[in-house]
């Protein structure tokens, strides 16, 4: 799986604050019609506007926050990416991972997995 990819899709599009450049990124990373399993949500959020939005909802709730790849591997067409969300420079108040699937060299399913939820 291409480096590039999963780094665009930590940090140009889950950390991304402006909305444009955060969209033209989703269409780049996401397939049209993605599947995305967040465990907060009971159901999934599909195509690249409900992503959007979900992400939009995300940084509401955490503002300042970035994402950080802790590590990742990949085999055939899928990657599974354990990362870090908190304010830049402090320890991460929220730690997971992210299944992704993967088509054309775009995510076409992701699950996310929080292990560490936020102490909110």
Request: aromatic share 14%; with cysteine.
């Amino acid at each position: 799986m291409n480096q590039s990819i999963i780094e665009k899709h930590m940090f140009s599009v889950w950390s991304e604050t402006d909305r444009e450049k955060r969209k033209t990124a989703i269409n780049e990373v996401y397939t049209e019609n993605c599947l995305v399993y967040d465990p907060m949500f009971p159901d999934p959020f599909q195509g690249r506007s409900n992503l959007l939005d979900l992400i939009d909802n995300v940084q509401h709730q955490f503002p300042g926050f970035v994402f950080r790849i802790e590590s990742y591997d990949a085999h055939h067409q899928a990657v599974r990416l354990h990362w870090s969300y908190g304010l830049p420079g402090e320890e991460p108040e929220v730690k997971g991972e992210d299944f992704m699937l993967f088509e054309n060299n775009q995510i076409q399913t992701m699950y996310i997995y929080i292990d560490q939820p936020p102490a909110k």
